[in-house]
């Protein structure tokens, strides 16, 4: 007797689309009308590598680290751009200076924002973009690498907002508790209320150690449990690459920081993206207490054969070992890999 494999129990479908990754939830969902209906929404917070462009082609592909798969999307519209990411949105930059953000690169549906041309923002080259982060509002932050400057735009606005603030490059920058939050290069951190009366400047509310200062790159992260992190990362270009994180945990009120040993069950991504955190346990088949990291030495790595894309890994916080977390080959001189963080 033949089973229709349609009229299995709605409880049991359910059940077995429950841990798949997105790409696998799609086409569990286009199978039938039944399976459709029975099938969890999309939800997985497991964060995607999104693969260097390959030139000439159309598709993009991503890195599943939840089903140690490679992906390939259809995205015309990032092709041959520099990519960055924050909490799901992709800001993508073209030679013409323009700026869009494309939502859920993974998911079936899409959504694209066209931001201001860096035209916008007086003696900006887009070479020199560092990061960019984005509030839930659609309130956007740039912070320009080399001129050390941050922009700010909302809806409505038909230029980027120059926010003022202490002159030094910008490692990173954070949307942290209603405010942006940016780390410079003195080791300063830096606020800016974008609801305040003076949502143009931002303040310095935080010095690092001097004896913290003078390394490669930093990092702001909001932990898990909400509290604020600095990470800090060492390596060489080359030939060794990152060897090290160290991991501070801020208080803002009492002005006070500490050293952290151990992310517990959980874990950090940081790269060519905005940083961020993620819960883990066997379900996501992220090793928790680790640091997720992609190259982030781009500069560098210009004047090289293959470019950037090189230096990535999994740091593990316990014994200080690094191992691979992707195991091919994909370098790109302007736009290397970067994490993607799902936001269904």
């Known amino acids: 007797m033949e089973r229709n494999w349609a009229d299995l129990l709605p409880e049991l479908l359910g059940s077995c689309s429950q841990g798949l990754c997105p790409n696998d939830l799609s ?6 009308r039944s399976w459709r209906s029975a099938a969890v929404e999309e939800s997985s917070d497991v964060p995607w590598l999104m693969l260097a462009d390959k030139k000439g082609k159309r598709c993009r592909e991503f890195f599943c680290l939840q089903c140690q798969r490679v992906h390939k999307k259809f995205m015309p519209e990032v092709k041959a751009r520099r990519c960055f ?3 799901g949105w992709v800001l993508t930059i073209g030679r013409d200076w323009e700026l869009h953000m494309l939502k859920n690169p993974m998911s079936r549906g ?3 924002i066209n931001l201001p041309n ?14 960019y982060y984005h509030s839930y509002d659609f309130r956007v932050m740039v912070t320009y690498y080399y001129n050390a400057r941050l922009g700010l735009w909302k809806p409505g606005d038909e230029e980027w907002t120059k926010v003022d603030h202490p002159s030094s490059f ?12 940016a780390l410079n290069a003195n080791g300063h ?32 992260v909001q932990s898990t449990t909400g509290s604020l992190l600095v990470v800090s990362r060492r390596g060489q270009y080359r030939p060794r ?6 991991v501070f945990e801020i208080d803002l009120v009492a ?19 905005s940083s961020f955190s993620l819960e883990v346990d066997e379900k996501h088949r992220i090793k928790p207490n680790c640091i997720y990291f992609t190259d982030d030495f781009i500069d560098n790595s210009r004047g090289t054969k293959d470019g950037g894309g090189k230096d990535m890994g999994i740091y593990h916080l316990q014994d200080g070992t690094i191992e691979p977390h992707f195991q091919g080959k994909s370098y790109s001189h302007y736009s290397p890999p970067l994490w993607i963080e799902p936001n269904f």
């Open 118 to 131: 860096l035209n916008k923002f007086p003696n900006i080259e887009v070479e020199n973009l560092r990061r």
């Open 241 to 246: 690459g990152t060897f090290r994180f160290h």
């Open 27 to 32: 086409a569990f969902r286009a199978v039938c």
């Open 255 to 273: 002005q006070s920081w500490r050293g952290i040993k151990t992310l517990k069950n959980s874990s950090l991504f940081l790269g060519w993206n």
């Open 85 to 87: 990411s924050s909490r």
């Open 170 to 181: 910008n490692f990173d920058v954070i949307f942290y508790r209603g405010c942006f939050y």
């Open 110 to 112: 899409s959504h694209i």
């Open 189 to 220: 951190i830096l606020r800016c209320d974008v609801n305040g009366p003076t949502p143009s400047k931002a303040q310095v509310v935080f010095e690092m150690p001097r004896d913290l200062l003078g390394l490669e790159q930093m990092y702001l």
